[in-house]
């Protein structure tokens, strides 16, 4: 199961904190061993929900499609016209796999950042953070644009307590969370990072990971930061194939979307 969550600050920068469990219905055995959010372009990241191997392929035709050489290296792709023009690709993948067997639901969330423009339209950073997600299989995106905003995929975000928490981390009216990127670029990402890990390991559901990877987006760098204790992952089909515990069925591994 998945919890895979973006937030857009009021800094000029979003974050995608991601678990990174896979679970296995038929048997009811869980592993701690996938990354389920890559960094897919200039500078934009996206992470899955649902069946394991059209979101990781979903995810390698996104990435695909966003590293062209025609993108300067100053330049960085608008996630509004990636919002607009992906979902026709996403709909061929996804077809494409169904007509090689079934597959499940699979939900995209992705990230990325708008130039803010004038300087009187800017609040305490040069861009504004633009969220979408995709969800087979019409991938018809669903947005949410500027500071203090999040949107979730997989079960977490069916959880109320895990919603309730992530709710308040943006609201934060006292600034308690908010404070954290005082003399510490990035410590609001860090913090909300942190909280909703917290939340995991305090309230644990079944199938959603304790461990969480955090990508931490600007304009002009992708950071990736990984827990002290977090496990070997896979980062592929293959990869997760050779690193799966016996007894698990790879044909119905689901990071579950719910």
């Known amino acids: 199961m998945t919890w895979i969550v973006g937030a857009s600050t009021l800094f000029g920068y979003g974050a995608i904190i991601s678990d990174v469990q896979v679970s296995d ?5 869980r592993m701690d061993v996938l990354q389920k959010a890559y960094p897919v372009g200039k500078y934009i990241v996206a992470g899955f929900a649902g069946d394991v191997r059209p ?70 950073g040069d861009a504004i953070g633009h969220l979408s997600i995709f969800r087979s299989p019409d991938f018809v995106p669903q947005s949410e644009k500027g500071g203090r905003k999040a949107m979730s995929i997989g079960c977490g975000a069916n959880v109320e307590k895990y919603t309730a928490t992530l709710k308040d981390l943006m609201r934060d009216d006292d600034l308690t969370y908010m404070k954290g990127e005082v003399y510490n670029t990035g410590g609001y990402g860090r913090r909300i990072a942190e909280t909703l890990s917290w939340m995991a390991r305090d309230n644990p559901v079944d199938g959603i990971s304790t461990n969480f990877q955090l990508f931490i987006v600007r304009m002009g760098s ?37």
Request: glycine content about 6%; hydrophobic content about 40%; proline content about 6%.
């Open 25 to 29: 219905p038929t048997s009811g055995r």
């Open 55 to 124: 979101g990781l392929a979903l995810l390698a035709n996104l990435g695909s499609c966003l590293n062209s050489e025609d993108v300067a290296d100053d330049e960085c792709w608008d996630p509004q016209w990636v919002a607009d023009n992906w979902p026709n690709e996403a709909r061929r993948v996804y077809q494409e796999l169904e007509r090689q067997g079934p597959v499940s639901e699979t939900d995209i969330l992705m990230l990325g950042l708008e130039a803010a423009g004038t300087p009187e339209k800017r609040v305490m």
């Open 222 to 258: 992708i950071e990736q930061f990984n827990p002290k204790d977090m496990p070997e992952l896979a980062h592929d089909w293959d990869e997760l194939l050779n690193m799966l515990d016996e007894g698990m069925d790879s044909e119905a591994l689901v990071a579950s979307a719910c």
